[in-house]
């Protein structure tokens, strides 16, 4: 099946690649108001499922869903003079409400630490109160003037943590099983896309925050995505907001703070991370639609086949979904399926069904393959988990092959042409992070030689992984 | 275990009541901004589990999800002046944005009708591209003079689903098929509240409408609340925004569409429809929290007793917590989780142990059982379907005490001081209405006699429900 011409390919245009997927795969337009998006249905999906898997990972690390207003008082922003530097001209302000001008302007929520610390104030009295651990799933407001669909709009969705703990070791761990138990094990074992781990240097360190870890993933043009962050906030909301309580001795003390986030940025890097020139590619475990049940043509008995299939198929536990419309050709039904990155296609066509035989088709790998009927739901099974592991082992492969060692800012540059550079953050400094800032280099995250989280990002002997980024 | 004083009582100030529970059981807070609410982190997991089950429901209808944005521009409100004209007092507008005044200012979303309608008309082009049937799950915001948290906040979390049709019938067929499968399937079934369901007249209908279903509900104070709405557009909007279609035949035309919401007042209605002295009263089916096992006191192994018996709960489907906060009293505990509203508590002590056994505890009728620890899960999930059934029945008696046949403008006003009346929308007329408006009593819908929903709003001998509502 010929798809050329279908989408500007990815080595001549990638940016364009991508806008492309998003429109042909009907996953997002652009919102009438400049930077805002249009979530179609497909590309809903693809989120719902996202959310679902960090939900409930969320859950099992003990946070409970809150939710906060949209609208915040403008002076609750002054609070913070380095949290709103970082904010203010970000901002979407409200000024009339009710039809009349407003006392006070509102500002549409850009993040919520500041409402919701001023009712953790209220709600931590005592050392049993804590830890608090909270968590909102929330559309946010950061004016944006270079925006793109999924990742940099002026609207996004998002989930944000915040939570408060009796000391600074506690809120750390907990920071970091976020970081791992939530956000790694779910990019990693869902969405199959690999990730680096590590703090943020001081220069991209999230305003407020005394440590950010975060977790970056190759882009198929080589430029990193950050898919997520968590922070060690410190004191200093608590100071702000009066965060205190009574601890075991009798004694008023500030709490310790976290927090932590992933976006419908993961739209994006999904798609980035996996797509290739016949459109997106969808790991199983995340795919709203796992199999799609094809009627090749409308011929006697095939399109009630193919429902009875699509039936067995979900009572196996898979998502499956019948394409019955054989008004449009197949091949441009298949094509369209492919564009979505549906991972495996089933094809019933007459022939087919007098041999009681379907075909499957594999979005990525694998020749098709001729199986009876009954055998269908049994090999989707199988394959769906074979697929799944090596869409994640052939992109951990790609971009490790993308990942060179430098021993020098021109080395750095270099590497930073194609993938990410790996290069002593005592050699590089931040000096050298400054250097490289001025042609768009940044340090994605310092980490142990070994990959691994470090204890803190003053620990020694770190390294510091380079790229551009989105 | 006394709880007097707890709560004010429900027949001595009802708003107060009402007040108090939110409070004490820990539902929702007034947020900084006139009219805005905190949703706490037990408030939010019975609105999840409303999502989850409409959700579910709203996929079975054939609907999908998308996500448009929270900023409409204004001048796609100027487009339909009756629409606006229900909307322009209420609207909140940001008229700031990235630290500058913008050009054309924005306002924030009160519904979706406008924007969703606008995409509409880009994505339909072909009779095959219909029936279009979108949902979004989203907040909205109305600028609320009189605020009340869950059931008039200046912003709201709901659903509203879109639809366009090629045919009148096949959209009013579709909306009536909201109205029943979906709203009141979980109302009955899941909230245990029992539904009037009508037509509004032609004063109470939605603006632009040309004709909205209605689900009405009674609280315990006798007054209504309506819990969702389901609406039949016809072609105003489609010739507004230009949505139009090739039929079959070849020529353009307009579709047909319809609206259908539910909110975050039906939390609201949850608290004023079941609760009682003693707190909210929780349905099984909706309870995020089926049964506590809550240890009497930190003797020898009854904590891990509770742990053990809440696993045990838990694989058998219930949706089990444990309380092992023994450092507070277990009289205190106990009336906390009945506040809440948690349907069984299965409470275990030293002496319990001992003999092998535990006590369940019903929040709704029912004297408290003493049960063998190996026969606890299958005794608690027998009960909780006793009392999501019980729940039902009771308020579906309790309130068809309440509901009055009236043949006079009098006999209306005096049953609608403690409930609800029912005389011929014929003999009652719009001037009648009208009258009633006058003491804030309103008809709520217009039902067949027998409580079906009629054909239409015009159908004869239909019978107007009356109350005071919220």
Redesign the interface.
């Given at each position: 099946m010929d798809t050329r011409g279908v989408l500007t390919p990815q080595n001549e245009d990638f940016p364009r690649w991508y806008q492309d997927v998003l429109n042909k795969a009907e996953l997002a337009?652009n919102?009438?108001?400049r930077g805002?998006?249009?979530?179609?249905?497909y590309g809903?999906?693809l989120?719902?499922r996202m959310q679902a898997e960090v939900d409930r990972r969320i859950k099992q690390a003990g946070a409970?869903?809150?939710?906060?207003?949209?609208?915040?008082?403008e002076s609750?922003l002054d609070r913070e003079s380095d949290h709103v530097e970082g904010f203010?001209?970000?901002?979407?302000?409200?000024?009339?409400?009710?039809?009349r001008e407003l006392a006070e302007?509102?500002v549409?929520r850009p993040t919520s630490e500041t409402?919701i610390n001023?009712?953790f104030s209220?709600w931590v009295q005592s050392h049993?109160d804590l830890p608090l651990l909270?968590n909102q799933w929330?559309?946010v407001?950061r004016?944006?003037?270079r925006p793109r669909i999924f990742l940099r709009t002026?609207?996004f969705?998002w989930q944000e943590g915040h939570t408060a703990h009796a000391t600074r070791q506690e809120a750390r761990d907990y920071a970091a099983r976020i970081l791992h138990d939530v956000y790694q094990d779910f990019m990693e074992s869902v969405l199959a896309v690999p990730v680096l781990i590590g703090y943020k240097t001081e220069a991209e360190r999230f305003p407020g925050a005394i440590n950010s870890m975060c977790l970056e993933a190759m882009m198929r043009d080589g430029k990193a995505l950050q898919m997520g962050t968590s922070h060690e906030l410190g004191q200093s909301f608590a100071a702000m907001f009066d965060i205190t309580y009574l601890d075991a001795d009798g004694k008023q003390a500030h709490v310790w703070q976290t927090s932590w986030g992933v976006s419908s940025r993961m739209v994006g890097g999904l798609i980035m991370a996996h797509g290739d020139d016949r459109g997106l590619v969808v790991p199983p475990k995340l795919a709203p639609v796992q199999a799609v049940v094809i009627a090749v043509r409308d011929a006697e008995g095939v399109v009630e086949a193919c429902h009875r299939l699509s039936g067995e198929l979900a009572a196996a536990g898979i998502r499956a979904r019948v394409d019955d419309?054989t008004?449009s050709g197949f091949g441009r039904r298949a094509t369209d399926w492919e564009l979505k990155g549906v991972p495996i296609r089933v094809e019933i066509g007459p022939r087919d069904l007098e041999q009681h035989q379907a075909t499957l088709a594999f979005r990525t790998g694998g020749e098709k393959q001729t199986v009876n009927l009954s055998e269908v739901p049994e090999q989707v099974e199988a394959m769906l988990g074979r697929i799944q592991q090596r869409i994640l082992s052939d992109a951990t492969a790609w971009r490790d092959s993308r990942i060179a060692d430098a021993g020098t800012q021109a080395e750095v540059r270099e590497a930073s042409s194609t993938g990410f550079a790996r290069i002593p953050w005592a050699r590089l400094g931040p000096e050298g992070e400054a250097a490289l800032a001025e042609d768009a280099i940044t340090v994605r995250c310092l980490q142990r030689p070994d990959g691994s989280l470090p204890h803190s990002s003053g620990e020694p002997d770190l390294i510091a992984v380079c790229g551009r980024s989105y």
């Open positions: 337009d919102g009438p108001v805002t998006m249009v979530i179609r249905p809903y999906a989120w719902e409970d869903n809150a939710y906060f207003p949209l609208f915040i008082p609750y203010s001209p970000e901002l979407a302000v409200v000024t009339m409400g009710g039809g302007p509102v549409v409402i001023a009712y209220k049993r909270i929330a559309n407001v004016w944006e003037m002026t609207e969705l419309k008004g």
